[in-house]
Structure formats: structure tokens, C-alpha cells
């Protein structure tokens, strides 16, 4: 449950940190006119990321994406959960729920479900510019935190058709998804919705049919993005053929 409450929460402090630098880019400083973003976690996987103008909608989008998987899962929000995120998480069972603050109401409801933790975690943008330390046989590596930001400028777009405005977006939201999907990492999405992941396959193009095979939403119309290069032109092929506009 640790291990799966940091995945949940690296992934919501990535996409606040996202929506800050797209706020500030447009000469805001206003941080609280930011959305609400709720991400759920199971073995450390995302199973359900959702953008919205509140904790409660936010939820409802997240679980939308698997609502099979998202049972039991890891729960993290970029916002104070409500009363009426509580009262809607309260029922289904999850093991964790992770939020910057949480209002009284929102303790009183979750307090009565046995043996869910809660856990407030304060400042969602804290400095990142932390080690990071992972064990390996005889020894640990240590390395700098990944805490780059994809900007538009740095696309480099290779295809006849420039993706469109609604298009771009949707592939940034994409790729900060996939960072934190376990490799071979497909993300499908569409603008502040996980459309579907497939995660953690042997070879890419099974990524690519498990995370279409999977999905609860509609995949046609969505975004991909992988976390590394097709070798061969199979996995852009099996993607076309559910009809994703745009690959990153």
C-alpha cells in the first residue's frame, strides 16, 4: 500500500505540476483556479485518471476508466476531498486515500469505513529536485528525480498533418500519464480522461492490443502514447485500428 500510495501520488503531483506551468504560461498566478485531478492506483499502475471542475467529478472520471480495476485501488486527489467525494468513495472499497487536505465532513464520512487509511499530505508542489534511490543486486543506484515538464515547443511533429489544438493537449496529458505506467507502457486518452493503459508487456504491440482489449471507454477518437519507439510500424497499425487520431 505504500509502494502503490507514492505511484498514486507522484502521478497527481506530475499533473499538478503540468496544469501550474500551462496556468503560468498564460500570465496566472492563481493556483486555486486549477482542476480538480483524481488518480487511482492499483499495483502501482494507473487504472483510472480524471480531470474535472471538482473532487466528486474527478472521481467519477477516474473510475470510468475501469471501474473493475479501480476496486481496491489507490486513490490520490490534486484537491481537498469534500463530503461528496467521500461519500461517493465511501462506497466501494479502497484501500487508501491520498489528498493535499480533506474538509471535516469528508474525515466524518471516511472515518466510519473500517480499516481505510487517509492520509493528508499537504503542499501538492513541493521541491522535486530530490534523489531518487533504487535497490539493485549488491548495491542501489541513485539518480536525479525526472522532473521534466513536456512543453509544445519541444514537439517535434514528423507527420503531414499537424495535430490540432484539442489534439495536443490530449497527447501532454498522455505522456505524463504514460511516465508512470510500468513498461512496455500504451496509454489512450483524450484530454483530462484515461481513455485505457496497457502496462507492463513483453512486447509493444501486446501493450497496444491489452490496453484497447481492456477499455471501458471508447477507445475511437482517443490519443496514444508510449513510453518508448515502435520498432516496427505493427504497433502504430494495431493502434489505427481503433481508431486513435495522434501517437506521441
Avoid at 471501474?67 to 476531498?81: D, R, Y
Avoid at 521534466?148 to 498522455?174: H, M
Wanted: aromatic share 6%; net charge neutral; proline share 4%.
Amino acid at each position: 500500500n505504500l509502494i502503490d500510495s507514492d505511484a498514486a501520488w507522484e502521478l497527481v503531483m506530475e499533473l499538478r505540476r503540468l496544469q501550474a506551468h500551462d496556468l503560468r504560461s498564460k500570465g496566472a498566478s492563481d493556483l486555486s483556479q486549477l482542476p480538480h485531478t483524481c488518480a487511482i492506483i492499483k499495483h502501482t499502475n494507473p487504472c483510472g485518471v480524471g480531470v474535472a471542475t471538482s473532487p466528486l467529478q474527478a472521481f467519477h472520471k477516474a473510475k470510468a476508466t475501469d471501474p473493475v480495476s479501480a476496486f481496491g485501488g489507490i486513490i490520490a486527489f490534486s484537491n481537498e476531498v469534500d463530503a461528496a467525494a467521500a461519500k461517493e468513495i465511501a462506497e466501494m472499497f479502497a484501500e487508501v486515500i491520498i489528498a493535499p487536505e480533506f474538509s471535516a465532513d469528508a474525515l466524518q464520512v471516511l472515518s466510519a469505513k473500517k480499516n481505510l487509511r487517509v492520509l493528508r499530505m499537504g503542499n501538492l508542489l513541493s521541491d522535486l529536485k530530490s534523489l531518487e534511490l533504487r535497490k539493485i543486486s549488491g548495491g542501489v543506484l541513485v539518480q536525479e528525480r525526472d522532473a521534466e515538464l513536456l512543453n509544445e515547443e519541444q514537439f517535434e511533429i514528423v507527420s503531414e498533418r499537424k495535430p490540432t489544438p484539442a489534439e495536443l493537449r490530449a497527447l501532454r496529458f498522455a505522456w505524463a500519464i504514460c511516465k508512470h505506467v510500468k513498461s512496455n507502457a500504451i496509454v489512450y486518452a483524450k484530454s483530462g480522461q484515461l481513455v485505457s493503459v496497457g502496462a507492463g508487456q513483453m512486447s509493444r504491440v501486446d501493450s497496444v492490443k491489452l490496453g484497447a482489449g481492456k477499455a471501458h471507454l471508447p477507445v475511437e477518437g482517443s490519443v496514444l502514447a508510449s513510453d518508448a519507439f515502435f520498432p516496427f510500424r505493427d504497433g502504430i497499425d494495431e493502434a489505427a485500428r481503433y481508431g486513435i487520431t495522434a501517437v506521441i
